[in-house]
């Protein structure tokens, strides 16, 4: 077999530790030398981030986080860490949380220590993102990875179940479009399956028990293989359509990512036949022999664990499609597997509004 790829690693320290988070938060942020910590946490996350504040020596407790990261909240963020003379960032939450950590970081190159309480997985990439005037901007830069993270399955256990299906299948989003993004290749692929396989194990544990620690350990195991994977290979059909989603419409980040899985997953399987055969097996329910195809196997994840189902139950309907149909398919990279048409992600996004059964197109 001939080889030819470039690969690029990430440069993170990952610490795994069930009822350890303030443990090793203390560490980390004692190994990068914080005097003065902004501890960024919404009002969600605000009874746990009083439980690390202890740990660690706070100059800024920051709880004004929203999602998409607006440009003016970044501003505020970035004032407010320069007045405060902050010297390390901790943020401790969600995709929002870390996304506005990054957001700082990307203009100070302060060093940040993430501590998820959500599978988002926005803390293994160095994808950044803010929304201002009606649209999202992404980008990478190695300056807003953080330089730790701080996986504890005890900190999701308050997470309600229906979020935790959302955020788990938001962290599938990142394996499956990882698998045909622009700088897709062998060892990020394989990253991105062994995150689907682990992800798609523990999710249907966590329906099963909500309690279960070590299904809970399985989904941030998957989340940061399916994020790492993600981070090098690039973002993908999914992810433009969701961003451009989010940023113009504000929808909501994990539900909408949930929805149109399927629909993206179904549009490019007849262009990447190896890939989605790999993915089929890496999300079959366990000894049972893979679904016939990919489809069928992230079907029945996801009615295992009664997913998401239709985008016009967080706001979006027909009438929104014209604002967002250019934007997608001019963001949309040109490798895609399938090629695009304005014609077929009308479509596409008619079906995900409805929440029609996504059907694939063998002549595509």
Request: hydrophobic letters at 50%; zero cysteines; charged letters at 15%.
């Given at each position: 077999m001939t080889l030819n790829f470039v690969h690029e690693s990430m440069a993170q320290r990952v610490a795994f530790g069930s009822g350890r988070a303030a443990e090793l938060l203390a560490d980390e942020v004692r190994r990068l030398?914080?005097?003065?910590?902004?501890?960024?946490?919404?009002d969600?996350?605000?009874?746990?981030?009083?439980?690390?504040e202890a740990a660690i020596p706070v100059a800024l407790r920051w709880d004004e986080v929203t999602q998409h990261v607006p440009r003016e909240l970044a501003d505020r963020a970035r004032k407010g860490a320069t007045e405060a003379d902050i010297d390390v960032l901790v943020s401790v939450g969600g995709g929002s949380t870390v996304g506005l950590a990054k957001a700082i970081a990307r203009t100070s190159g302060l060093p940040i220590v993430a501590v998820p309480t959500t599978y988002a997985g926005s803390e293994a990439t160095w994808v950044w993102g803010e929304t201002a005037d009606g649209a999202k901007e992404t980008g990478t830069d190695h300056a807003?990875?953080?330089?730790?993270?701080?996986?504890?399955?005890?900190?999701?256990?308050?997470?309600?179940?229906?979020?935790?299906?959302?955020?788990?299948?938001?962290?599938l989003a990142h394996a499956v479009d990882g698998l045909w993004a622009p700088n897709a290749d062998p060892i990020n692929s394989r990253t991105a399956l062994d995150g689907a396989r682990a992800l798609s194990k523990g999710l249907r544990g966590i329906v099963r028990d909500p309690s279960d620690l070590d299904a809970r350990d399985e989904c941030l195991y998957g989340t940061y293989l399916a994020s790492v994977g993600f981070a090098s290979a690039g973002s993908g059909m999914h992810h433009k359509i969701c961003h451009v989603l989010g940023g113009t419409l504000n929808m909501p980040h994990a539900e909408t990512h949930s929805v149109v899985l399927p629909y993206v997953l179904a549009y490019n399987t007849p262009g990447a036949p190896d890939q989605t055969t790999r993915l089929a097996e890496a999300?079959?329910?366990?000894?049972?022999?893979?679904?016939?195809?990919?489809?069928?196997?992230?079907?029945?994840?996801?009615a295992d664990v009664d997913a998401p189902k239709a985008l016009r139950d967080y706001g979006m309907s027909d009438d929104d499609i014209p604002a967002v149909l250019d934007r997608i398919v001019a963001a949309i990279p040109p490798s895609n597997p399938v090629p695009v048409t304005p014609e077929r992600i009308d479509a596409l996004l008619r079906a995900a509004i409805r929440g029609d059964a996504p059907t694939i197109e063998e002549d595509a």
């Open positions: 030398g914080g005097q003065r910590v902004m501890l960024i946490a919404s969600r996350d605000a009874a746990l981030a009083g439980t690390l807003v990875l953080p330089r730790a993270v701080i996986y504890d399955s005890t900190l999701s256990t308050t997470l309600p179940l229906e979020l935790s299906v959302a955020s788990g299948l938001n962290a999300l079959s329910a366990g000894p049972d022999p893979a679904p016939a195809d990919a489809l069928a196997a992230l079907n029945q994840l996801r």
